[in-house]
T-cell receptor
Framework: GQQVMQIPQYQHVQEGEDFTTYCNSSTTLSNIQWYKQRPGGHPVFLIQLVKSGEVKKQKRLTFQFGEAKKNSSLHITATQTTDVGTYFCAEGAGNNRKLIWGLGTSLAVNP | KAGVTQTPRYLIKTRGQQVTLSCSPISGHRSVSWYQQTPGQGLQFLFEYFSETQRNKGNFPGRFSGRQFSNSRSEMNVSTLELGDSALYLC????????????FGPGTRLTVL
């Protein structure tokens, strides 16, 4: 069955360092979504990628969709304490049109 | 627009009891999905409802059930509660089925003693 691998599970950085989380699938995806969940909060939608090789930017966040549409990454440049939280990818593939969620990457930022 | 609302926000139950959680989606959203979130397990998909019909279901036992009403509001029920059911239950609404952007509610924190 379809599986979603998200790595790393945890990342601890100093404020100002960069951060990247990766999402890998065993199947070709229709799209991929990224969400952020702050501690004690609920997941909030960040972006959706649909096209092969797509790159989208939101301020310090850069999202990429692989050429083969089997992987994706989220890169944060110069992390800030406001970036703390868990970042989830959610993959769309298959005829049932059900989103499959990664386990998330928890980011901690030292001020 | 008001966001997704969930009630109650916190709930404490004992093993063997049953519980009903409620979710009101964003106005105009017709799809409601339910997730269970526990530390280390991420978001586990329970089910998705659209137009009062269950369209997708996750790998949870039959003790977990849900329904959707004509106004798109949804409820989920867990019967014969077990300790392992302690979790944050999140509801998410979206405009349509499948791969649409999900808008999450604040969740219901269920503790089973």
């Amino acid at each position: 069955g379809q599986q979603v691998m998200q790595i790393p599970q945890y990342q601890h950085v100093q404020e100002g360092e960069d951060f990247t989380t990766y999402c890998n699938s065993s199947t070709t995806l229709s799209n991929i979504q990224w969400y952020k969940q702050r501690p004690g909060g609920h997941p909030v939608f960040l972006i959706q990628l649909v096209k092969s090789g797509e790159v989208k930017k939101q301020k310090r966040l850069t999202f990429q969709f692989g050429e083969a549409k089997k992987n994706s990454s989220l890169h944060i440049t110069a992390t800030q304490t406001t970036d703390v939280g868990t970042y989830f990818c959610a993959e769309g593939a298959g005829n049932n049109r059900k989103l499959i969620w990664g386990l998330g990457t928890s980011l901690a930022v030292n001020p | 627009k008001a966001g997704v609302t969930q009630t109650p926000r916190y709930l404490i139950k004992t093993r063997g009891q049953q519980v009903t959680l409620s979710c009101s989606p964003i106005s105009g959203h017709r799809s409601v999905s339910w997730y269970q979130q526990t530390p280390g397990q991420g978001l586990q998909f329970l089910f998705e409802y659209f137009s009062e019909t269950q369209r997708n279901k996750g790998n949870f036992p039959g003790r977990f059930s849900g329904r959707q009403f004509s106004n798109s509001r949804s409820e989920m029920n867990v019967s014969t509660l077990e300790l392992g059911d302690s979790a944050l239950y999140l509801c998410a609404s979206s405009r349509g089925l499948g791969y649409n952007e999900q808008f999450f509610g604040p969740g219901t924190r269920l503790t089973v003693l």
